[in-house]
């Protein structure tokens, strides 16, 4: 779990880690405090009230805690007149102010910070609360609940997606990795780690505080790469690593690279490699002072020397850190275990024998500390039970006096409640039987609708079998007269003829007028087969036809005109005869019983409607008299336009001629 105690840095511009905690820097950030000094004091005023609130976190970060505060006061004061502002001073209040010192007080100004952000869906308040989120997770991770840190890390990473920034996005799956790291399970670490890497390396590279982080997170993946024995990987990430310190001789995360690096050297065998990096690592840490770095590092050094089997070596160096002044007993009982160990391999029994006492003695010392310490906790724990009953007993004298009160309230709101109760049941119930009446009306009017248009659909049916029956009858009668008593016709005229050739007893003129009326029977029989099932519908299609029906129905007196547009060869035969058969009634009804002489027919089809109009001088009709009537030629016509689901309006006046037009859908 070493990660949740040396790698506790800062989130955004500072870190949140106690006094022997390490803040990582480059070293030299005198020019972008400067840069930002320069904004302060040139930008409008919300810009300046803003940088005057990272300026805060910067001085803090280089332990200018004057400046920091000075910072934030400005900062703070500037920021009352925008709401955003406000709304982020109490968390760098928090951070200036407080650290881990006061976790209790730290805590309750970033949530209270959060809060106030989300009242506003814009990038920067999600970038600011995911750096809250962030920080607030590593608290977690110092009270040991990884699995809340883990919450605040991801849901710091969902609010830096919404942000669109990179750097925190980096940082929040940097995060989620060492908690990944802290529960040995470092394949899933080195996803997170290579997401972050990925973010980091487009995030903005002249803010220091953002290659910082990029450089520590190549050090945490190339040390977890290590462990994964992932030595190709590992070696790519130390080196990207170095290349950019290389430009910053002074930053302190040499701290962390010198250990990162002697590890891998360590693992590959290298050994000689390996310490020669510790000891770079621990010159630096004694020159900085970070005595808890300065330990991690030594003790990997006598890890190598211990693996070259340079017992004696090992040994100087473990003396070295029980001199330390930031020793915890935990660490002493190891290296007291680790000098056993040593003189052990050496041969020399008697040091063996001292340090395993050591180790024993520590042991039991810890084991009764620990003892103490569980007595000391049962004991006041005791003592406070006694006072909470104490306590307890008085409170519920002081509770029952006033229940008693509140029960009489109770009862008397109580009863007020129930007159409500009842009054809104007897009103609801009154909605109800309004509603199922009004409920039962409109399913009767639905079931009404539904036996209507069922009906209407069965007179459809109905029409549609009997068009189909009459057309069926119309060509079996065509076919009759054409070939049965059309051939009869025409042989009674065949031996008419040879007759009047073969006779000269004065009747030939008899003969020759017989064959002449045999002549107009034919040609009414052939008149009235076509208009039963005209030919040239079936072979020519339908403008033809109609065509054909205008020419052969006109006469000296009675003039026809037809103009077509636009229509569709591909309709469906039934269509065709339906349309045909409509014309035909219309065109009978003008010539019959109109008187008309002068007869305009016009078919036109736009897309999928069809519009039939025909228009006649006749003698006209009154409409409302004509709907009372039973005729034929017009009822046949409203029901072909029933069946095809279209509209029919007539336009007539008696002694003003009529007009007809039809309009359907030729898909349905």
């Known amino acids: ?37 320069a904004e302060a004091e040139n930008g409008n005023d919300s810009i300046q009230a803003y940088t005057a609130l990272k300026l805060s976190l910067l001085y803090k970060r280089i332990n200018d805690t004057t400046q920091s505060r000075i910072y934030l006061k400005k900062g703070a004061a500037a920021s009352e007149s925008y709401p955003f502002l406000k709304a982020a001073v109490p968390y760098y209040t928090a951070i200036v102010r407080y650290g881990l010192r006061d976790i209790n007080q730290l805590v309750k100004y970033i949530l209270k910070s959060d809060s106030m952000l989300a009242a ?60 990944f790291m802290n529960a040995n399970q470092r394949v899933k ?44 990987s590992a070696r790519h990430a130390i080196d990207k690593a170095r290349r950019v310190l290389l430009q910053f001789p002074n930053s302190n995360l040499h701290l962390v690279f010198y250990y990162a690096e002697g590890i891998y050297f360590d693992k590959q065998k290298q050994h000689v ?5 510790f000891d770079k690592g621990i010159a630096f840490a004694g020159k900085l002072g970070a005595l808890h770095a300065l330990n991690r590092v030594t003790y990997a050094k006598y890890k190598a020397l211990s693996n070259l089997k340079e017992y004696r070596k090992a040994i100087v160096v473990l003396e070295d850190l029980l001199k330390s002044p930031v020793v915890f007993l935990q660490d002493k009982k190891l290296y007291y275990k680790e000098l056993y160990t040593c003189y ?25 500390n620990k003892l103490q310490k569980d007595i000391i906790e049962l004991e006041t724990r005791y003592k406070n039970a006694e006072n909470e009953k104490k306590i307890a007993t008085l409170q519920a004298e002081t509770e029952k006096a006033t229940l008693e009160s509140r029960n009489t309230k109770l009862i008397n709101w109580m009863l007020v409640l129930v007159s409500l109760f009842l009054g809104i049941i007897v009103i609801f119930s009154i909605i109800l039987y309004r509603n199922s009446r009004k409920l039962g009306r409109q399913t009767e009017l639905h079931y009404q609708q539904q036996l209507k248009d069922t009906e209407q659909k069965q007179q459809i049916q109905v029409a549609r079998a009997l068009m189909q029956g009459e057309e069926q ?16 016709l025409a042989a009674i005229k065949t031996r008419l003829s040879h007759i009047a050739s073969n006779h000269s007893d004065g009747r030939e003129a008899d003969l020759l007028s017989l064959q002449d009326q045999l002549d107009i029977s034919s040609n009414e029989l052939r008149r009235i ?19 054909d029906m205008c020419d052969s129905m006109a006469s000296v007196p009675i003039h026809i005109s037809f103009e077509s547009f636009g229509l569709d060869n591909r309709l469906a035969q039934e269509k065709q005869v339906n349309i045909y058969r409509m014309v035909q009634e219309l065109l009978t009804n003008a010539i019959r019983h109109a008187n008309a002489t002068e007869i305009l027919v016009q078919c036109s089809q736009n897309a999928n409607v ?44 008696e002694g003003e001629g009529t007009t007809i037009n039809i309009e359907f859908d030729v898909t349905r």
Request: proline residues 2%; without cysteine.
């Open 273 to 277: 490699r390996a310490i020669q990096s």
């Open 473 to 488: 009858e119309r060509k079996r009668l065509a076919i009759d007269l054409h070939d049965g008593l059309g051939g009869r």
């Open 1 to 37: 779990m070493v990660y949740r105690l040396i790698l506790l840095v800062l989130i955004m511009f500072v870190s949140v880690v106690p006094q022997a905690q390490v803040t990582y820097s480059l070293g030299n950030e005198s020019e972008y405090i400067s840069q930002l000094e």
């Open 529 to 547: 087969a076509r208009n039963m099932m005209p030919e040239s519908l079936l072979q020519l299609g339908l403008e033809p036809a109609l065509k």
């Open 120 to 179: 506003f869906p814009h990038p920067e308040a999600y970038r600011l609360r995911s750096i809250i989120r962030s920080n607030y997770g590593l608290i977690e991770q110092v009270k040991g609940n990884e699995k809340g840190a883990m919450d605040a890390f991801t849901h710091a990473a969902t609010l830096a997606s919404k942000s669109a920034d990179l750097f925190v996005l980096g940082k929040a799956h940097k995060s989620m990795a060492i908690v």
């Open 610 to 653: 069809f519009f039939i109009t025909v228009e006649d001088n006749g003698k006209g009709f009154t409409i409302a008299t004509n709907v009372k009537s039973k005729g034929i030629g017009l009822g046949n016509v409203r029901r072909r336009v029933e069946y095809l689901h279209g509209k029919l309006d007539i336009t007539s006046a």
């Open 344 to 368: 052990t391999r050496l041969g020399d029994a008697e040091q063996a024998l001292h340090w395993a006492d050591q180790y024993i003695v520590l042991s039991d010392s810890l084991y009764e």
């Open 189 to 232: 670490a080195s996803s997170y780690l290579e997401q972050s890497i990925l973010s980091l390396e487009k995030s903005r590279s002249d803010n220091p505080v953002n290659l910082v982080e990029l450089i520590e997170t190549y050090i945490i993946a190339g040390e977890n790469y290590v462990y994964l024995e992932q030595y190709d």
